[in-house]
């Protein structure tokens, strides 16, 4: 495995990054994500998104980036939700985008090809963030999926409801959200959530070959294509725009301040109160 | 279980239900289709569902309205054949709305959160008011869903185009459709007809668990995610109206008269001869 | 089995196909694939399925249309790739239509019903032959599937994009193109790629079966139901005709035409070096 040191030649900047480690192998950028104990996408993490995203484009010797976890259970938690208002400075670096919707909009219109290698939990904006991804697959043993939004009186505001409904169907992307639960690994790849679930031993070479595989490809017919794909199953920005006004609309409701106010109380946002995440919506009500 | 009088004193309309038994729990409203001995969708459960929906939705108390069926190996056959005009006037009591396609649209662009239960065989209009509701749960070893139309020599005209095309993909919607098979719970599962198959006895403890649980999240939140999931998944109104016209046109044929007459004299329209439907269609021809 | 005189009687014109054996059967058209030894999808393969077309969907008494192969182990290899410019010669006879991806498309808006009974590999434009038939079955033992051009340096250029981002979602048909991967009989079908993976020893029984079935069935309603269904599911000729642009842009860079001879020196359009297809590309980088 190459050592970052390689890479930091590259690009002193993404050397810098506090919340991601990075490696590389030929055009492809293996990012960990580090924020433990829970991987929470605080606003330092969107930032270092940000300058990862801006520098792997403006390099033109990497096709593919591949997001994985560099802390155990989780892959990424969800937002800080006591910080809302931070994220957008936090996203204001990329030109004309300043949500976190359109920002992973960005990472889906790239030119680089984005993998999401999924082990452990992934919910809420973490989830639209995966979602976001060309591709996802998961640790069958580990992965777990929820966009929890409704339970604390929440409308998704980063994509989910987008992505969701258009890979899993209107009946199932209601299922999901409406109720809120988590999905294993098998249960995601069987609606479509995920591409593929696999054990968590082969997970890891089969994304590696995988992403290699793809980076061995002429850079210019992987943008035509993924181009001609999203011109299909990408959302227009106004979508994610909407999204996002009606999740920040949602988040001033006084009941959902009350529900945010409870489930704080009970384990949100703690690791181990996130473990079993069904058990404090329950707890709720 | 709550008694229907809980029920009946919330709405005295509610209880004059002929066609459709009901009781509540919480917020969630359980309405049990009756109409014996298999549940035709007869113009009387038109008008009834009409009844239930706008009562319902007027009642701020109600979230959640699973529907299921009273009566044994049917959730809801199809229209009657031979009352396809009555349907229009027991359409006509919601506003601008006269055709059952609209009525189902209605049903699905409600802010209502709709679980359709099904145990036993549906088919024709039955399956597209299955199709309308936003989530679908079968028995494994007893539901049956077919769109066996074009067997007759109609075309769908109450939204199962719309749903199967957007729900199965291309190809699969037209296998469904054109081959009009019978096709068990797990083959709809894995085809993405239904949400899940899930054995008998666990069913209605699992629609009831879901059910409770979305009902207990904020109503401001459910109603939006649907709004904006529909924005993808629901088709417009004026591709109900087209496929309703399109069915009006095939049912005048001289050629589908005569499949009708035929397959009423082989048992159409009896709960026995639609046990096995395949071979009513095969003696047709 | 009717022999192929009775065929020949109705229509000289299609006795006089060189590269596809016809037979019928009632409404049902058989017609098998037989350019030995890989089915390579030839310029005069090309102008014989536009005669086929033309003369079966001239004459009322065909409904449907099964395509199987002649020859072991492929369906449809892909196009020559020595012979670009010759197919738009073969396709000219299509009024207005001049490109394999508007051919394919017009097979697709046919009322006739079109199914692709898969045994062995098909690839490339292969694959996007089989993606136009209205349904795909695929014997699990021997079918295969890939879109591999990105491998090439090529963007798909006969409606694979716009298929399988429709049929499989955005992730699904990333991972299926920009892998390049061959695709078993059974992982299409959860991708949804393929209607069904049968049985080899039952394909033909079931494919027989539904085609009769289907064709029992009267034909103004199976237009009527494909033009409904086309109107959600079937993309825009724009769609086909700026991807079909893309091809040719894509087929013009230096970095391809290098990739292609590369691969033709590996063992491209021979029948023993394509069993093994990843191999090949492997070798490429």
Redesign the interface.
Known sequence: MPDISDFASRSSMIASLETIKVHTEGAVLFAQIAVPPMNLLTPALVRDLVSLMQHAEADDTFKVIVFASAVPDYFIAHVDVTKVKEYREATAKLPGESSLGLLFRHISASRL?TIAQVEGRTRGVGNEFALA????FAARETAIFAQP???L????GAGG???L???L???????A?????DFTADQAERY?W??RALPASELDSFVKS?AL??A???A???A???T????????DAD?FI??SE?FVQ?AS?P??QK?IGAALQKGLQTRDGEMDFGRLI?E??
């Open positions: 090809v991804c060309d591709m996802r939004e409704p339970a009186g929440l409308i998704p409801v987008q992505h409904t258009r890979l169907g209107r009946a199932r992307a209601l299922e959200i409406l109720g809120s639960e479509g995920v591409n995988l595989r793809i061995s490809f002429p210019s017919a992987l035509g294509i993924k001609r794909v999203n011109a299909i199953g990408l959302a979508d909407r999204d009606l949602s409701r009941e959902t529900r329950d709720l009500t």
